[in-house]
Each structure stands twice: as C-alpha cells, then as structure tokens.
T-cell receptor, first 114, second 113 residues
Framework: EPEVTQTPSHQVTQMGQEVILRCVPISNHLYFYWYRQILGQKVEFLVSFYNNEISEKSEIFDDQFSVERPDGSNFTLKIRSTKLEDSAMYFC????????????FGPGTRLTVL | DAKTTQPTSMDCAEGRAANLPCNHSTISGNEYVYWYRQIHSQGPQYIIHGLKNNETNEMASLIITEDRKSSTLILPHATLRDTAVYYCIVRDTRMNRDDKIIFGKGTRLHILP
C-alpha cells in the first residue's frame, strides 16, 4: 500500500541553524501539507501546497519557513533559523488521488532545537 | 477551532468493542465526518469517513445518526495496539482538496488487558 515517507526520523540542531525536513508524498497525489505537533499539544496545520505554490498557510508559518517541491517526488519544509520553540514533531501529508480526498500522513520528523 | 466534541478519555477491555462517541451538532449538509487516530506521536492514521450512511471497512465501523449531529466509531474487537488518541473531524471536501484538517484534542482510548 502506498505511503507517505519522511526523513530524517529525528533531527537535532542548534538554535539559529537551518534545517530541511523531507517528505515523499504518495506518487499520484497533487496536494501536499505540513503539520506540526509540539509535545503534549494538538496537531497544528502549517501550510498547504498545490501546483507549485502555497495554497494556504497558518500564522505559525512565518518568514522563517518555506516549502518546496524540488523535483517530481520530494516535498520539503525548510526552517531558516531555528528557535527553541520550533522543537516539535513535523508531519507531512498528501491527498488528491483520483478517488480520494483523504489526507494521508507520514510518520513524522522529530525536530529538537538545542 | 475543531467543530466536534469528544470525551477526553475512555477505557475498553481487550477483545471487546470500543465505541467512541463524537458530537458535531453544527455540521452542515456538505460536511463529512472523518476519523483519524494517532498512536504515541506517530503520524495521524486515517480510519474511516462518511457523510450520511453508516460505513464499515477493515478497521472500524462508523455510525452516523439520522440528524447527523453525532456519530460513533466502533472498533469491533479492540486489541492493545488500538491504544491511541482518536480524532473525530468534520470536513467539507467537495471542491477544496487542499483544505486543512483542524485537529481537536481527541479521545485517548486505553485498551486494558
């Protein structure tokens, strides 16, 4: 069964450093998303992406964040200068297969900012 | 904010049916009811969704009341691996395939051995 994959599973970085989180959505999907979950809190929407541009972004998704689909398979989230409060699980999701509007999530990347 | 109300937590004995309720009294005619679960900080896992009729798949059954103001997710024979947080979500997916999911706090289901 097709699935969303994410790498790395765990990323540790120093405050102020740039990080890139990678996702491979399900192959025939067209809509892509990033969510995050701070430990013990709700899953929060960050951004949606379609046709090579951002469709919607939350207030969390400020100028420090960017997304890109550099090729036909990868979807990345970049944080330019990480802050302590960026420590969270980051989940990628995709949807838009022919028969479904269901969003399918990846296993997540745990980002720890020291 | 999430448009649904769920109990904070529930217990269920292993092997028994787990019935998870959800209230969505403000649901509109075009909105579907979706259920996801999250096992210990893993990515949310899609379970099932429905509009009006009851639905069943290999994981669960979804019972939606006639007025659509509430629903129940049924795990017919709960196992320890079903211990998770279960999210009931209302979504209008007619045309907006890029619409975000708004997660609430969900129900923390404990399956007891």
């Amino acid at each position: 069964e097709p699935e969303v994959t994410q790498t790395p599973s765990h990323q540790v970085t120093q405050m102020g450093q740039e990080v890139i989180l990678r996702c491979v959505p399900i192959s025939n999907h067209l809509y892509f998303y990033w969510y995050r979950q701070i430990l013990g809190q709700k899953v929060e929407f960050l951004v949606s992406f379609y046709n090579n541009e951002i469709s919607e972004k939350s207030e969390i998704f400020d100028d420090q964040f960017s997304v890109e689909r550099p090729d036909g398979s990868n979807f990345t989230l970049k944080i330019r200068s990480t802050k302590l409060e960026d420590s969270a699980m980051y989940f990628c999701a995709s949807t838009g297969g022919i028969f479904t509007d269901t969003q399918y999530f990846g296993p997540g990347t745990r980002l720890t900012v020291l | 904010d999430a448009k649904t109300t769920q109990p904070t937590s529930m217990d269920c004995a292993e092997g028994r049916a787990a019935n998870l309720p959800c209230n969505h009294s403000t649901i509109s005619g075009n909105e579907y009811v979706y259920w996801y679960r999250q096992i210990h900080s893993q990515g949310p896992q899609y379970i099932i969704h429905g509009l009006k009729n009851n639905e069943t798949n290999e994981m669960a059954s979804l019972i939606i009341t006639e007025d659509r103001k509430s629903s129940t997710l049924i795990l017919p024979h709960a196992t320890l691996r079903d211990t998770a947080v279960y999210y009931c979500i209302v979504r209008d997916t007619r045309m907006n395939r890029d619409d975000k999911i708004i997660f609430g706090k969900g129900t923390r289901l404990h399956i007891l051995p």
